[in-house]
């Protein structure tokens, strides 16, 4: 009885991750990221394939308009563009959080001064396929749209001493390796909002 009980709580723990986090992730360390397609606030569509084609790196963003911890790294993100716009890298900004509209994202990208493209992610199906939780959570990808680094964009909200981005980027664009131990950081911010699956609808009573 008691092993059969063990088995059934394994299940029903298995089930509810499965549900929180979409399925497994996609998105694999060294490996080239699945191509997709989402919408800016201006109903335009964008795809993974064009945003980063002959481009020596790719930063994908998930990013907040409401979360405080997001919004602090606003003029950060811009910085980074800015330093890097120039040397081939395309930033790409995704909204996964279902309380959060289209018509806020456009009007905080423009109080944000974000000069990069900003998508909506309505179901956070990207979101799951990277495995993104937090915002800011960014992903860095090579010219080839392998995933080389993932996690934080520096150690401190406050007070950064390590720029975990900028170091990667830096070796990215020169066309270096990324030691292992510096391909993957904790992110820290506010939880992605996400939209309930079919599998939480199923067990509200």
Excluded: W
């Amino acid at each position: 009885m008691k092993l059969l009980t063990r088995i059934f709580t394994m299940i029903f723990i298995f089930i509810v991750a499965f549900s929180v986090n979409g399925g497994a992730d996609t998105v694999k360390m060294d490996k080239e990221v699945p191509n997709f397609t989402l919408k800016d606030a201006m109903d335009k569509e964008h795809s993974l394939k064009d945003l980063s084609h002959e481009k020596k790196a790719t930063v994908v963003m998930f990013i907040s308009t409401q979360c405080p911890v997001s919004n602090h790294y606003n003029e950060r993100i811009v910085a980074l563009h800015n330093d890097y716009k120039d040397q081939g890298v395309q930033f790409i900004g995704i909204n996964s959080n279902k309380n959060e509209s289209v018509e806020e994202i456009a009007e905080h990208n423009k109080t944000s001064k974000f000069d990069c493209v900003v998508l909506k992610d309505l179901r956070n199906e990207i979101a799951d396929k990277f495995g993104a939780r937090r915002t800011p959570e960014v992903y860095l990808l090579d010219e080839k749209r392998r995933l080389r680094y993932r996690g934080a964009i520096d150690n401190s909200q406050k007070n950064p001493e390590t720029h975990y981005l900028r170091e990667t980027l830096d070796l990215v664009v020169a066309g270096k390796e990324i030691p292992e131990d510096r391909k993957k950081t904790k992110a820290f911010g506010c939880t992605i909002k996400r939209v309930r699956k079919k599998q939480d609808r199923s067990r509200t009573p």
